[in-house]
């Protein structure tokens, strides 16, 4: 479901951006509302809905989210840590229904997890 996707149309260039990385497979950005002093956001460039989508099948690709989240974190200079959050479907507020990880740092961050 691409149509009306709005992180498919930031990778397709045709809503603006703040790009922090992209490679063939993936493209990182700037939250729009930061949470914390970094937030970046990264996404696979095929459209996954969320990790409840998340199959054997196309596991290597959030992987390799994850790797750019990790290689982004070094770029940012977040020495002292950050979180990954993916939220997935209502009840944890996912607003964008393509895959995304926050990357949230910069700061000490709160200790709530929910
Ligand atoms: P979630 O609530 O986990 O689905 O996260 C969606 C995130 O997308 C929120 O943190 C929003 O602030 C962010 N967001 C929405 N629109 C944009 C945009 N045009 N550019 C960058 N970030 C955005
Ligand atoms: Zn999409």
Known sequence: MKNDCLFC??????IPS?????DELCYAFRD??????????????AHI?????????NAALAGHCLA???KIAVQEGLTGGYRIVSNCGDDAGQTVHHLH???????RLNDHMA
């Open 68 to 70: 750019v989240c990790a």
């Open 18 to 22: 703040t790009k922090v990385f992209e």
């Open 101 to 107: 990880f926050h990357i949230l740092g910069g700061e």
């Open 32 to 45: 729009i509302n930061p949470q914390a002093p970094a937030h970046i956001l990264v996404v696979p460039k």
């Open 9 to 14: 149309a930031i990778v397709d260039g045709e």
């Open 49 to 57: 809905a969320s990790v409840a989508e998340v199959t054997e099948e």
